[in-house]
């Protein structure tokens, strides 16, 4: 029972932090231009030990240092953030709305299945890069197909973790 006399519904529970399990790294760059998220997905946090011949050796701290080099360079300030739970992906880039002035999202597998990030991304209205490590047109076929390309600004793929560095470059050049 709550305090009012009624029985209290299980679903009214106090919900599970939404950023547990989550990574997040922020630059000391004064946000000149404004701040630039930098989303990682799942198995992402695995860079530098996970497939090394296909994702090469950098680590994600590695991709988020590049992330804040480039940014600075640009008198961006960058926050970035890695997930394995889709919830906390879509909950970044809502809270990017009128925070944030673009993103830079690297969705692993979820850029093949989720129409939920890709309906994110079109609601916030912030110019976004879509980021592959690797080249997903010579990967699998179920790689070929992305939900998030057609409300992306671009799409970088095949160029490793520079590829991060290339997104923040064209975000700088269009904002």
Do not use: W
């Not at 953030?81 to 709305?97: C, F, K, T, Y």
């Not at 979820?110 to 912030?126: E, G, I, N, P, W």
């Not at 976004?128 to 057609?150: D, G, K, M």
């Amino acid at each position: 029972m709550d305090g009012t006399g009624r029985r209290k519904n299980a679903r009214q529970a106090e919900p599970p932090d939404r950023f547990a399990g989550m990574t997040e790294a922020s630059s000391t760059v004064e946000a000149g231009r404004g701040t630039i998220l930098v989303i990682n997905g799942p198995n992402l946090n695995l860079l530098g030990t996970r497939e090394p011949e296909k994702y090469g050796t950098s680590t994600l701290a590695d991709v988020e240092q590049l992330a804040a080099s480039a940014a600075k360079e640009h008198g961006f300030a960058v926050e970035c953030l890695q997930s394995n739970h889709e919830g906390v992906l879509l909950d970044a880039i809502h809270a990017a709305r009128g925070t944030a002035a673009g993103i830079v999202l690297n969705a692993g597998a979820f850029t093949h299945t989720s129409v939920a990030l890709r309906d994110a991304l079109a609601a916030v209205q912030l110019p976004a890069v879509e980021v592959h490590i690797t080249n997903v047109h010579q990967r699998e076929e179920f790689r070929h197909h992305s939900y998030l390309s057609p409300v992306c600004a671009a799409v970088i793929v095949g160029a490793g973790v520079f590829g991060y560095k290339l997104a923040i470059d064209y975000l700088a050049e269009v904002l």
